[in-house]
């Protein structure tokens, strides 16, 4: 039997960690490092990079180079994340079936799962070389206001990776294990989680060994990697205002500003001033141009403020879903990259009124509380139990276009709700009912699910026969149909399609392929790299 | 490994769970205060949390999830103040059995009842129709009907805003009509 571990799978760096010794540790990468980012590098030769040494190539291999996908996991081709990502990513995003994300890469197109579990498979990878033994198990964490389509297809990433994924957990509440496990409080506290693409806040209670989530909410198209965006924007305005040239039309100078701007972004968080240096990012034709500018901390600050502040609305709308103000919280905790930069800790120091918890780093707190959860779930006696709640209303389409909500937001999971659904015409044998999950009355607004259908009723005049259909979200926020006759009792069949995402046929198959080996042949971890 | 007895317990409990309120489920009493609902419900997560039998067969996990469902589905009820009022009043009634498990369609129902059905009998007359429009999904006698209501009676909220919910119907409709 293989050693379980905890996975934090971010939308610009993922971490492993894994309970030794009963001690919580982050295991380090072949580079010494205790997080890699979240990128894999196709070769010509066939082979792969993935991590800290894949990032490397992001200029060299730009084309080949796949970053940030977690923005797209589990998302339509359709959306408004897809669009975007589709302009300003140096890798190639076309439709695939069934309205799914693939990416191309030299002729061949993935799923947006498959690249997640490359770097899944460098996880385990890190884990069994430094544990020395088998990794077949984990914990995976996804942000709290994950739907359950982005749910399913970080699940289906973990197993194509050839992982029994024992649970998928929310970020924040693997942070706040991470921060009260066997401490036995008594305290409600605040996780502010600031990641690459996403922004959760999550309330909890904590009661000895029970971790309770009172609320959360999220914006899953707010995260770091805007700062980046605005700085790609301010750096390349000035440059053209200049030289009359657009950095951002040009993919490899783009890709040395992005680089130079996430860098400078970094640096600010413990300097005042940062200087910007690319020698000939450009070539004209009156020959090569440098970019070379200074950026300050303040300044930088305005740039991003109204990022900040959209965070703060989120966080109001938790407080008042969970009946609480700022004052009612004992202890705040932040999560993500981000939040290493002063100007994020000042300006959520002000608006809940509190030092934030010293001593935990907010890039490894969410794997080492996954890891707590893998070994919890793995041994006899579990010492600290998770309660979570889903993010948001799931509910039904009515003929009138209203939603018909069976399960609000900030219920505690796992959960399920029944109705019973009949035929509108005689003799009809099938009934389609769609899902969906959101806030709006209007369904239409709303994100949905999928689309079930209970096929093979008995032939009866309308209105007649009674199925009764179970929803359930689980304990990792998956939704799952069920439905039985009402009458009979019998098991009624239900054909689910979840918009966007793969069958289990598919995760079969690709699970067998990256298991022997047909992609995986010449990986080399660490490999060193053209510079 | 479970002992017997807990055995025997998961299994008669997962049997008569369908028939507890959501009281008996939280073992609880009706006039508990708020923080003993919490209190019971951490204590009941302690036995019944999945992630305690993570490990035994699907059989005793099976039993065990239907029976920690009802936990959560008994807070979520039992720590809303409207909810838990409501639900009160309904298994205290001669309904019972019916209302033993709380659905949200209920309080829907119940703030529907409170609606002022005005005044005047022109007013009522005309709200009536609007409903009777509403229900047969004509929105747009639906919303003839309630501007006639609210002329009548300007100050009426109900009517208010059961027009404006009419006319964002409308609107909706219309904005999913034309492609875009």
């Known amino acids: 039997m293989g050693k379980a571990v905890g996975i934090d799978l971010g939308t610009s760096t993922s971490g492993v960690a894994a309970v030794i010794d009963g001690k919580p540790t982050p295991i380090p990468g072949p580079d010494g490092r205790l997080i890699q980012a979240s990128v894999v590098s196709f070769l010509p030769d066939g082979s792969r990079v993935v991590g ?116 998928i957990i929310n970020e924040p509440t693997a942070a706040a294990l991470a921060y009260g496990f066997g401490k036995n409080l008594s305290q409600k506290i605040s996780i502010y989680d600031f990641g690459g693409g996403t922004f959760d806040i999550s309330i909890l209670e904590i009661g000895q060994d029970v971790f309770e989530v009172i609320s959360t909410a999220g914006d899953t198209y707010l995260g770091g990697d805007d700062f980046d965006d605005r700085l790609i924007d301010y750096f390349a305005e000035r440059f053209m205002r200049e030289h009359e040239v657009d950095i951002r039309g040009n993919r490899k100078a783009l890709q040395k500003l992005k680089n130079a701007a996430e860098q400078a972004k970094i640096e600010l968080s413990t300097k005042l001033e940062v200087n910007l240096s690319i020698p000939d990012i450009m070539q004209t034709d009156s020959g090569p141009l ?63 009124f509190k030092d934030p918890q010293a001593n935990i780093d907010p890039e490894l707190v969410v794997a080492i509380g996954a890891a707590i959860q893998a070994s919890t779930l793995t041994e006899h006696k579990p010492g600290a139990l998770l309660l979570d709640v889903t993010p948001m209303s799931l509910g039904i389409a009515t003929a009138g276009g209203l939603m018909d909500t069976l399960l609000e937001r900030n219920t505690p999971i796992p959960t399920e709700s029944s109705r019973i659904f009949t035929t509108t015409h005689d ?31 008995p032939p009866a005049p309308k209105g007649e026969p009674k199925v009764e259909v179970t929803f359930e979200i689980d304990a990792n926020g998956i939704v799952n149909v069920t439905a039985k006759d009402k009458d009979t009792g019998k098991a009624q069949s239900v054909q689910l399609t979840v918009s966007g995402g793969l069958s289990k046929e598919e995760i079969a198959r690709l699970k067998k392929e990256h298991a022997s080996g047909e992609e995986v042949a010449a990986f080399r971890p660490g490999a060193s790299l053209p510079e | 490994m479970l002992d017997e007895k807990f055995k025997k317990e998961i299994n008669s409990v997962s049997k008569v769970v369908d028939d507890l309120d959501y009281y008996q489920i939280l073992k609880v009493d009706q006039m508990a205060f708020d923080e003993d609902i919490k209190k019971a419900y951490f204590e009941e997560s302690r036995i019944y949390h999945p992630d305690k039998f993570f490990n035994e067969p699907a059989e005793i996990q099976d039993k065990v999830n239907k029976i920690f469902k ?109 492609p875009s």
């Open chain 1, 290 to 352: 440098s970019l070379e500018y200074t950026l300050n901390r303040n300044y930088f600050g305005q740039m991003i403020l109204d990022l900040i502040q959209r965070t703060f609305k989120v966080c109001d709308e938790a407080l008042q879903n969970g009946h609480l103000t700022s004052g009612d919280i004992n202890a705040l905790i932040l999560v993500g990259g981000p939040t290493k930069s002063p100007i994020i800790q000042d300006a959520v120091k002000n608006y809940f």
């Open chain 1, 427 to 457: 003799n009809q044998t099938a009934v389609r009912i769609k899902i969906y999950q959101g806030e709006d009355k209007f369904y239409e607004k709303n994100e949905l699910l999928g689309e079930f259908r209970l096929a093979e009723i």
């Open chain 2, 70 to 178: 009802r936990v959560c589905e008994a807070y979520k009820v039992l720590s809303d103040q409207d909810k838990r009022a409501l639900y009160t009043k309904l298994i205290s009634g001669p309904d019972r059995k019916k209302y033993l498990r709380f659905d949200l369609r209920l309080l829907k129902t119940e703030t529907e009842k409170k609606e002022d059905e005005g005044t005047s009998p022109m007013a009522k007359k005309y709200y009536k129709m609007a409903k009777t429009a509403f229900q047969n999904k004509d929105y747009k006698a639906a919303k003839i009907n309630l501007q006639l209501a609210v002329r009548v009676e300007p100050n009426n909220q109900t009517f208010q805003d059961k027009l404006k919910e009419v006319i964002d119907i409308l609107e909706a409709k219309r904005a999913y009509k034309t």
């Open chain 1, 52 to 167: 800290n040494a894949a990032k490397k190539m992001m200029i060299e291999n730009a084309e080949n180079t796949v970053y940030s996908a977690k923005r797209l996991i589990g998302r339509k081709f359709f959306s408004a994340e897809v669009k975007k990502a589709q302009a300003v990513s140096s890798f190639k995003i076309v439709e695939g079936p069934n309205q799914s994300v693939r990416i191309r890469i030299m002729e061949r197109d993935y799923s947006v799962p498959e690249i997640s579990a490359m770097v899944l498979m460098e996880m385990k990878k890190i884990a069994e070389a430094y544990l020395g033994e088998e990794v077949d198990k984990a914990v995976i964490t996804v942000p709290a206001f994950f739907n359950d389509g982005q749910r399913q297809a970080t699940k289906d990433a973990g197993v194509i990776a050839g992982l029994n994924v024992l649970r």
